[in-house]
């Protein structure tokens, strides 16, 4: 799968997140903010920052397996750069 193909595949997987989920997981993984420095941009606890942090990243391996049960190719590499 080329890059520009996986990072369409993420923006549209990314778009249907809840928007605090894909706030917090454009802060951590794409911005590479620190919990507390997530904590003091989103007014929420540490714990909560990686409970949505989790189901984010969950949320993004379903649909990646979905896409991929659907025909389409990816490669477990690909999955590994996404997350």
């Known amino acids: 799968m080329e890059r520009s193909d996986r990072t369409k595949l993420l923006n549209r997987i990314m778009d249907k997140l809840p928007e605090q989920q894909r706030t917090i997981i454009q802060l951590r993984e794409i911005e590479g903010f620190e919990f507390e420095e997530i904590a003091l941009i989103t007014d929420m606890n ?22 991929e049960h659907n025909g389409h190719q990816t490669n477990g590499a690909s999955v590994k750069k996404i997350l």
Request: aromatic letters at 10%; charged letters at 35%; hydrophobic letters at 45%.
């Open 46 to 67: 540490i714990n909560a920052i990686r409970v949505n942090l989790f189901r984010a990243r969950n949320k993004i391996k379903e649909e990646i397996i979905k896409y």
